[in-house]
């Protein structure tokens, strides 16, 4: 049997809090801001949780987390 390997994709992303909930970056804030409103790019600050419909595919991609 295989080892279980966790995506390296999924561990440069998200990071799990010690509560189980699953925090990210948000996106839309990397490049071409010019164009982009200050109340816009303002509301982009921060962490966000992954959302419950997203829950599952981030828990299968990152066995050990």
């Known amino acids: ?3 279980m390997k966790t995506k390296s994709s999924a561990k440069k992303r998200f990071r799990v809090r010690p509560g ?3 925090k990210r970056g948000q ?3 990397r490049h071409i ?3 982009k409103t200050t109340k816009n790019k303002r509301q982009l ?3 966000e949780n992954v959302h419950a419909t997203n829950l ?6 990152m ?3």
């Open 33 to 35: 801001l010019t164009k």
């Open 27 to 29: 996106a839309f804030k």
């Open 45 to 47: 600050r921060g962490a």
């Open 56 to 61: 599952d595919s981030v828990r299968a991609m």
């Open 63 to 65: 066995p050990f987390a």
């Open 1 to 3: 049997m295989p080892k």
């Open 20 to 22: 189980g909930t699953v």
